[in-house]
């Protein structure tokens, strides 16, 4: 028996000192639920310099408040937070039913042992804060504006009037000017037309959510703002129209200066102001009044529009110096007259007989360089070549006899 009361007396000292040590390490304070929408967060406070040192960690759990009360005695927890160092713990990774209540507590640890529970209801419709519009926007419409509001989305990005059918906005406009006098309008549409707005005004626009059951309001969105419009003047109107009109007339006047000038390079290129010369168009073309040109269409017919060309020299012979005509020594003329006419000065130079042979002593004082014979050779030339293809007389005067060889 003494053995047995010796071992009931060490385990009451050991749940003692158990229950001392827990009641030495302090339990978190402050512990509260920031909450907006569907987003939920337990946060709380702690001593720091109340812990021998740092190393102090805590455990958060949560329950559905209904099973609390049920028959029994051991309810299910469950683990949102398990031995973490901060000061906060995440609840909206677990989904908790927007009408719903639970109940979530949290202690510290310190090296095994733990401080007592705190425990904190909660209940997000009733505690969690409703969030603004995700987005405002302003459209004209006329001398009014239309404003177009986006719903609070939930952290599963669904519109916030899924949990909260009553939702609705406060409306919150007036003129950009100094004095601020404010209109409002209440409306649970998410597109609505503000009333009571001046033509060509600038407007500033702001929204609020509300929730009334709970008496929950969010805060007011960024103004927008934006400038009504109205009846245009007349004035505006005339010049609308004259700047129209002068646009058209530079548009006509560029298009027609672009369209002389490209008929201008068409017409330079095409019919080039240089022209060929006319005995190239004689027989480039098939008639001289003609723009089409002649197509040989084979070797032969080529051949027939071609005549024979004959190219021959033309000996211009000059009329010697007066001296040169005195009868030499054989009482005769340097120049012979074959026929007794005046203009027969023109002999065959194929060997006609119309043309006097130097005799021996011409020879001699020819080869001397002395000789003054019918014609000096010094004043010899080669005319023009005739164009004609047979061998005729291309001019005859007194002093010039030209010759075709």
């Known amino acids: ?48 310099s109340a812990a021998k040192n740092h190393n102090v960690t805590f455990t958060t759990q949560y329950i559905a408040r209904y099973k609390l009360k049920s028959k029994k005695n051991n309810p299910n927890w469950f683990m949102a937070c398990e031995k973490t160092s901060h000061r906060s713990c995440d609840l909206t990774a677990f989904n908790l039913h927007y009408l719903g209540i639970y109940v979530i507590r949290v202690r510290a640890n310190l090296n095994g042992s733990h401080s007592d529970w705190v425990l904190k209801e909660f209940c997000p419709d009733k505690d969690a804060y409703v969030g603004p519009p995700t987005k405002v926007d302003l459209s004209l419409a006329g001398s009014f504006l239309d404003v177009f509001i986006s719903d609070p989305l939930t952290s599963t990005n669904v519109s916030m009037k899924d949990n909260l059918p009553e939702l609705y906005y406060h409306i919150v406009y007036w003129e950009d000017t100094q004095a601020f006098r404010p209109q409002t309008l209440s409306t649970s549409t998410n597109i609505v037309t503000l009333p009571n707005m001046k033509a060509w005004t600038w407007y500033c626009v702001t929204v609020q959510t509300r929730y009334d059951f709970y ?12 400038q ?55 027989y480039l073309c098939d008639s001289p009044g003609s723009d089409i040109p002649r197509l040989l269409t084979s070797d032969s017919e080529s051949e027939l529009l071609c005549d024979m060309v004959t190219v021959c020299p033309v000996l211009e ?7 040169a005509l005195e009868p030499d020594s054989s009482g005769r003329h340097s120049r012979q007259d074959s026929s007794g ?54 001019m005859a005067d007194e002093g010039i006899v030209d010759m075709c060889v």
Not at 5 to 18: D, K, P, V
Not at 237 to 259: Q, R, T
Not at 261 to 278: A, D, G
Not at 356 to 365: E, Y
């Open 1 to 48: 028996m003494s053995c047995v009361r010796l071992l009931c007396l060490l385990f009451l000292s050991a749940c003692l000192q158990a229950k001392a040590v827990e009641a030495e390490l302090d339990t978190p304070q402050n512990v509260v639920v920031v909450s907006l929408n569907t987003n939920y967060k337990l946060s709380w406070e702690w001593d720091q």
């Open 215 to 226: 008496n929950k309001s969010s805060s007011f969105t960024p103004p927008h703002c934006m």
């Open 228 to 282: 009504t419009e109205g009846a245009t003047p007349w004035w505006q109107i005339f010049l609308y129209f004259l700047l129209s009109l002068v646009i058209c007339f530079l548009v006509m006047l560029f298009s027609l200066c672009g369209s002389f000038w490209c008929y201008k390079k068409v017409k330079s290129t095409v019919y080039p102001s240089i022209q060929l010369p006319p005995q190239f168009t004689e």
């Open 317 to 323: 012979i000059h009329d010697p110096p007066p001296e």
């Open 341 to 394: 006419s005046g203009d027969s000065g023109v002999y065959s130079a194929g060997g006609s007989s119309g043309l006097q042979q130097p005799n021996s002593s011409q020879s001699d004082a020819l080869a001397e360089g002395s000789w003054q014979g019918p014609f000096d050779l010094t004043q010899m030339k080669m005319g023009p070549i005739a164009p004609g293809p047979k061998s005729r007389l291309l």
